[in-house]
């Protein structure tokens, strides 16, 4: 799968205060990520939905898809046919990436041979919401196995 970089272009001006913002939101987003995650696997596609920002941006595989409504994000997060169980994040810059152990979970779909495989999302989390989610691939370490 291919990785799409991203150009950030900087705006002026911006003080102490959007500095401890930043910062802020960035140690909130695994929080805003277990949160979402514990959500989805419960079955609850509503409560998952309303932690998206609208817009924002989703791609499981697929071109960027973007979310305008509520009724987008509710059948995004209904799309996704597996639960799944926060194992750790790491950040750069504004991006967060998650690594998930994939679980069943109740509602439409079923994670069938996907449970208990790893899966990895970018996130970009502003203001407690979620307003990039991308599926990258995973990496193998040098044993083969997947982390």
Same mark, same amino acid.
């Given at each position: 799968?291919?990785?799409?970089?991203?150009?950030?272009?900087?705006? +002026?001006?911006?003080?102490?205060?959007?500095?401890?913002?930043?910062?802020?939101?960035? $140690?909130?987003?695994?929080?805003?990520?277990?949160?979402?995650?514990?959500?989805? $696997?419960?079955?609850?596609?509503?409560?998952?939905?309303?932690?998206?920002?609208?817009?924002?941006?989703?791609?499981?595989?697929?071109?960027?898809?973007?979310?305008?409504?509520?009724?987008?994000?509710?059948?995004?997060?209904? %799309?996704?046919?597996?639960?799944?169980?926060?194992?750790?994040?790491?950040? %750069?810059?504004?991006?967060?990436?998650?690594?998930? $152990?994939?679980?069943?979970?109740?509602?439409? +779909?079923?994670?069938?041979?996907?449970? +208990?495989?790893?899966? $990895?999302?970018?996130?970009?989390? @502003?203001?407690?919401?979620?307003?990039?989610?991308? @599926?990258?691939?995973?990496? %193998?370490?040098?044993?083969? @196995?997947?982390?």
């Amino acid at each position: 799968m291919l990785l799409i970089a991203f150009a950030v272009a900087g705006c +002026g001006g911006g003080g102490s205060q959007s500095r401890r913002a930043a910062l802020h939101t960035e $140690r909130d987003a695994p929080s805003v990520i277990r949160a979402w995650a514990d959500t989805l $696997r419960r079955g609850d596609i509503r409560g998952a939905a309303e932690f998206f920002a609208l817009p924002s941006i989703v791609s499981n595989g697929t071109p960027p898809i973007e979310l305008h409504t509520r009724a987008d994000a509710r059948l995004f997060n209904a %799309s996704l046919p597996c639960g799944a169980r926060l194992i750790k994040t790491t950040s %750069s810059g504004r991006f967060t990436t998650a690594t998930f $152990r994939l679980t069943e979970r109740p509602g439409p +779909g079923t994670c069938g041979s996907g449970t +208990g495989l790893l899966a $990895r999302t970018t996130f970009v989390i @502003r203001n407690g919401k979620i307003e990039q989610w991308r @599926r990258v691939a995973n990496v %193998s370490a040098p044993s083969g @196995r997947t982390v």
